[in-house]
């Protein structure tokens, strides 16, 4: 009897730690303010993010907690654990779907998450200066920009300067037309592909990735779902 309150004891003691590295890894791992290191791994940056990811689709509540004294620590700097290139649209805002809070993401939302000249610096100072581990692209159900790339290849045009972001699009559109499955989906995977290919040519993030500082990943969400599923890149230096 004895011994097998022991084993109970024990199992109980092994779940609770399981918890708390759980916790730790997906939901309340306090904020770091300095960048001397990289926080974590790729990997484990990856992990984290899928982590949060789950509690955001599962739960649909946030559960990240941050103290007054986090937010405080906040203006002294910031060591990200993941950078996030992504669509500016309304309903995909990052530390929400990856139930993330201030000072855990470096985000740069832009439509279409397109990789042109500004969105690559700031993902540069990211990872070479703030030593942020991970890049990561996504896109996303029912994209008005990728849409738009896909009219323009239809012989649509737009007003000011959509037209050019919807150029810089169009060769995802073009790549993917006639392909099975829904053309804008496609089309949405592959601007992604090329966003990453884009990041790859910078001799500041490519260096990086190739000394395994740094991971760039692509991902595409799900807007009734809120599930984050991501894509084997074609192109990683």
């Given at each position: ?204 993030l490519s260096e990086l ?16 779902t809120g599930v ?10």
């Amino acid at each position: 009897m004895q011994s097998e309150h022991r084993t109970t004891a024990l199992s109980r003691k092994k779940f609770l730690v399981g918890t708390v590295l759980v916790a730790g890894i997906g939901m309340n791992m306090p904020v770091l303010a300095a960048n001397e290191a990289p926080s974590m791994s790729p990997d484990d940056a990856l992990a984290k993010l899928k982590a949060g990811n789950t509690v955001f689709v599962q739960h649909m509540t946030t559960t990240r907690t941050q103290t007054i004294e986090e937010r405080a620590a906040l203006g002294q700097g910031q060591a990200p654990f993941a950078s996030l290139l992504s669509c500016a649209d309304s309903r995909t805002t990052p530390e929400i779907i990856f139930n993330q809070g201030l000072g855990d993401l470096f985000v740069v939302r832009v439509a279409g998450n397109v990789a042109t000249a500004t969105e690559t610096a700031s993902l540069e100072y990211a990872s070479a200066v703030l030593k942020s581990p991970l890049i990561v692209v996504m896109g996303h159900s029912a994209c008005g920009a990728v849409k738009a790339g896909i009219d323009l290849t239809k012989g649509e045009s737009f007003p000011g300067d959509i037209q050019a972001l919807a150029a810089i699009i169009e060769p995802a559109a073009k790549t993917t037309k006639g392909q099975a499955g829904d053309w804008t989906v496609n089309a949405t995977k592959e601007n992604v592909r090329l966003s990453i290919a884009r990041l790859n040519q910078s001799p500041v993030l490519s260096e990086l990735v190739k000394s395994g500082a740094l991971k760039i990943v692509g991902a595409y969400y799900q807007l009734e779902t809120g599930v984050v599923s991501f894509m084997e890149s074609r192109s990683q230096a």
